[in-house]
Nanobody, 117 residues
């Protein structure tokens, strides 16, 4: 049984910080590329960033320099550290695990991040 369980979403003031976690079970975690996505009301789901099994990262332009993705293979967990949060960061954040060969993709349930005064 594959599960991706997200946690850490909260209400935070502009300029604040949050760390999201996504704990995986039922997969060979170290083989997967991991991603964070978000979806705001009325908008399409977008890629926030990703991290490969080797630790290489990429980020959307909108979050680069403010957000950091990391992974702990021993804990089967991927993190999204979010700093200098802006109201436009408000969204449901989803984690994703992807294996290219054979194709496998799994999603977490999402966690709400609200940035507001």
């Amino acid at each position: 049984q594959v599960q991706l369980v997200e946690s850490g979403g909260d209400l935070v003031q502009p300029g604040g910080s949050l760390r999201l976690s996504c704990a995986a079970s039922g997969i060979f975690f170290s083989r997967y590329t991991l991603g964070w996505y978000r979806q705001a009301p009325g908008k399409q789901r977008e890629l926030v960033g990703g991290i490969t099994g080797g630790g290489s990262t990429n980020y959307a332009d909108s979050v680069r320099g403010r957000f950091t993705i990391s992974r702990d293979n021993a804990k089967n967990t991927v993190y999204l550290q979010m700093n200098s949060l802006k109201p436009e960061d408000t969204a449901v954040y989803y984690c994703n695990a992807k294996l290219p060969t054979p194709p496998r993709t799994y999603w977490g349930q999402g966690t709400q991040v609200t940035v507001s005064s």
